[in-house]
């Protein structure tokens, strides 16, 4: 600590003197107001009604940009092919055959036959009502297939968001900041001319402005930045406040939560997937129906004939052994990954109760930390203004109450944040 002697002269009342101390009575009189995202004048624009998006209207706006929500339609109709291909009598493609048979390169007597044939391709017994299931099982877990990215997606958003709201908390205390370090250096250095200061506090009050300064400009490119990977990520420029409401006072995971519902879609598809290996044990069978036409000799008369053809395939253990053990496996890697989402949605929804807990604990302390801060600070002013303080002790009281202004808005928006992580915890949508 510094000490600087007092001289007489300079220790006598004058002009500048009173004038400096009304000028620090007016400024630093009233406790600093904490700013907060929704009390600065960009939130406050940013949360105006009907101008200012919703957390939903950025999620919207971001799942539009979204590779799967973009390929959603496509996903669907290839879904709505198969269910027609399964719906069909045939199994597959029709397939045609055309054949010639004659002796013309060896004794050329004149024997000719033509053939022609359709062969149909149809379903194996059992085969097609297997099939149909595994489809309507695959049908029933893509919507909650697309709820889970959604939610995924979700989580982004929120924390985006989140992530802008602590910058632009930090930004406008920086803000402040600077400008609280101005009005201090341009009094003190009126007090330096009055002789009522050492230079050595002039320095020091100007050495904290650019200090100010240049967390400001830190504070800004730091919001900008997050600003820019706002805007890739949902394609909007203005970034909604973090508001959401707090779920119920005791929160449990609903069966309903798209996570489980997803995980269960799974199995039910990887059951539908081992019963149609086990049901569709061969090749699928195929009919041929054929018009051949043919003549002996020269001369004489051609004859057409019908012919009906049924193909049978064998099953053989190297065919449906691997595709038997495969489903299987998937049926065993569905039932584990069930298994751990339900114990994954209940560790997230602990983890997220505790942290709303720590939030609010941490946002009462804040509070209490900012009313002795502002207490200190008065106090530190008054004596300085009076002389029983030296500018480092005053400097000191002013950057406590800055960090405690600080904490406490920091402390806000973790509040809100935790807020929205239990919400994506319990499976809620903004």
């Known amino acids: 600590m510094l000490y600087f002697p007092c001289f007489r002269a300079a220790c006598r009342p004058s002009a500048a003197l009173v004038l400096s101390v009304v000028f620090f009575t007016t400024v630093h009189a009233q406790p600093l107001q904490t700013l907060s995202p929704a009390s600065s004048p960009s939130t406050a624009a940013a949360t105006a009604p009907r101008s200012s998006p919703s957390l939903r209207d950025a999620l919207d706006a971001a799942w539009a940009l979204s590779p799967t929500a973009r390929s959603a339609d496509s996903r669907r109709a290839q879904l709505q092919a198969r269910e027609r291909a399964a719906s069909s009598w045939i199994n597959g493609a029709p397939s045609a055959l055309l054949a010639q048979r004659s002796d013309r390169f060896n004794k050329n007597a004149g024997m000719r036959e033509y053939e022609a044939e359709l062969e149909l391709p149809i379903w194996s017994p059992g085969v097609r009502g297997a099939t149909q299931r595994e489809l309507a099982a695959l049908r029933l877990g893509f919507e909650p297939q697309q709820l889970v990215a959604r939610l995924k997606l979700a989580a982004e958003v929120r924390e985006a968001a989140a992530s802008v709201a602590v910058a632009r908390t930090e930004r406008d205390l920086a803000e402040r900041k600077h400008s609280e370090a101005l009005i201090l250096a341009q009094d003190v250095e009126r007090r330096v001319k009055a002789g009522d200061?050492?230079?050595?506090?002039?320095?020091?009050?100007?050495?904290?402005?650019?200090?100010?300064?240049?967390?400001?400009?830190q504070a800004q490119q730091a919001l900008a930045r997050l600003q820019n990977q706002w805007l890739a990520l949902t394609g909007m420029a203005a970034v909604?406040?973090?508001?959401?409401?707090?779920?119920?006072?005791?929160?449990?995971?609903?069966?309903?939560?798209?996570?489980?519902?997803?995980?269960?879609?799974?199995?039910?598809?990887?059951?539908?997937?081992?019963?149609?290996?086990?049901?569709?044990?061969?090749?699928?069978?195929?009919?041929?129906?054929?018009?051949?036409?043919?003549?002996?000799?020269?001369?004489?008369?051609s004859e057409t004939s019908l012919r009906l053809a049924?193909?049978?395939?064998?099953?053989?253990?190297?065919?449906?052994?691997?595709?038997?053990?495969?489903?299987?496996?998937?049926?065993?890697?569905?039932?584990?990954?069930?298994?751990?989402?339900?114990?994954?949605?209940?560790?997230?929804?602990?983890?997220?109760?505790?942290?709303?807990?720590?939030?609010?604990?941490t946002q009462a302390s804040m509070s209490e930390r900012v009313r002795l801060s502002t207490e200190v600070q008065s106090l530190m002013a008054k004596a300085y203004r009076l002389g029983?303080?030296?500018?480092?002790?005053?400097?000191?009281?002013?950057?406590?109450?800055?960090e405690a202004d600080l904490s406490l808005a920091l402390a806000r928006v973790g509040m809100q944040r935790a807020t929205s992580q239990l919400n994506q915890a319990l499976g809620l949508l903004p």
Not at 344 to 356: G, W
Not at 388 to 402: G, H, I, M, Q, V
């Open 388 to 402: 029983e303080a030296d500018l480092p002790t005053r400097l000191r009281a002013d950057s406590e109450k800055f």
């Open 310 to 361: 049924l193909k049978i395939p064998f099953g053989t253990e190297s065919r449906n052994a691997p595709r038997i053990a495969a489903a299987r496996a998937e049926l065993d890697a569905a039932q584990a990954e069930l298994d751990a989402a339900q114990r994954q949605v209940q560790t997230e929804l602990v983890s997220a109760m505790a942290e709303l807990d720590a939030a609010r604990r």
């Open 197 to 217: 200061s050492a230079r050595v506090d002039g320095l020091q009050a100007q050495s904290l402005a650019q200090q100010a300064v240049s967390g400001r400009e």
């Open 240 to 301: 909604p406040a973090l508001e959401e409401t707090l779920p119920s006072a005791n929160p449990v995971i609903s069966p309903d939560h798209p996570a489980l519902q997803a995980a269960q879609s799974r199995v039910q598809a990887a059951q539908a997937l081992l019963e149609l290996s086990e049901t569709d044990k061969r090749d699928p069978m195929s009919v041929g129906v054929g018009v051949t036409r043919e003549r002996s000799a020269f001369g004489a008369a």
